[in-house]
C-alpha cells in the first residue's frame, strides 16, 4: 500500500499546475510575497492563487485575529502550529506527509504557511501575487518560510515530500 500524495497534481488551487508558471518571493516591511507569473494562462493563474489566499485566511482566522501587520505579533506571535495546524506534521490524515489534522488543502502553499499571518492577493502582469503579513517579530521568520516555500514551488508542484 502506497501512502496518499500530499497534493494531487490536478489540485484545482494549486498555481504550479498551470503550465509556463514561476514563482519568486519578495520581502515586504510586514512579512512578504509570493509571486507567480505564467506564459500560459494568467486568468486561471490568478484564480488559483486568489483559491490559495482564501484558503489560507481560513485556515489562520481559526486560530485567531489575522495580523494587520503592525507590530506586536498577537496572541499567536511564534507558535508552533501545533495540534490543529501541524505544519508538517507525519500522520494519518488525507495528505499524509503535510498533514494539517484535517484541513483538506493542506499540501499546498495556501496550507503551508506555519507562521500566523494573513494572505492577500493581488493581480500583477502575466500574473499574481500573495502578499503575506505577520506582526513583530514574527516578519523575518515569514520571509525565511515563504523563500524556502517558493524553493519548493520553483520545482513545478505544491506536492509536499518530507
Do not use: W, Y
Not at 488551487?13 to 494568467?42: H, I, K, N, Q, R
Amino acid at each position: 500500500m502506497q501512502p496518499p500524495k500530499a497534493v494531487m497534481a490536478t489540485e484545482p488551487s494549486c498555481p504550479m499546475t498551470v503550465a509556463g508558471t514561476s514563482v519568486t518571493v519578495e520581502d515586504t516591511d510586514t512579512g512578504a510575497a509570493l509571486v507567480f507569473v505564467t506564459t500560459s494562462d494568467p486568468a486561471e493563474l490568478r484564480k488559483r492563487v486568489a483559491s490559495m489566499a482564501q484558503m489560507h485566511n481560513d485556515q489562520h482566522a481559526a486560530m485567531g485575529p489575522l495580523p494587520d501587520g503592525n507590530a506586536g505579533g498577537g496572541a499567536h506571535a511564534g507558535h508552533d502550529m501545533g495540534g490543529g495546524h501541524a505544519g508538517h506534521a507525519m500522520g494519518s490524515g488525507e495528505h499524509a506527509g503535510h498533514d494539517m489534522s484535517g484541513g483538506k488543502h493542506a499540501g499546498h502553499a495556501g496550507g503551508m504557511i506555519t507562521v500566523h499571518s494573513k494572505a492577500t492577493a493581488s493581480d500583477v502582469e502575466s500574473g499574481a501575487r500573495i502578499a503575506f503579513a505577520a506582526g513583530g517579530e514574527d516578519v523575518p521568520k515569514l520571509q525565511s518560510e515563504l523563500r524556502m516555500h517558493a524553493k519548493h514551488l520553483s520545482s513545478g508542484t505544491c506536492e509536499m515530500k518530507h
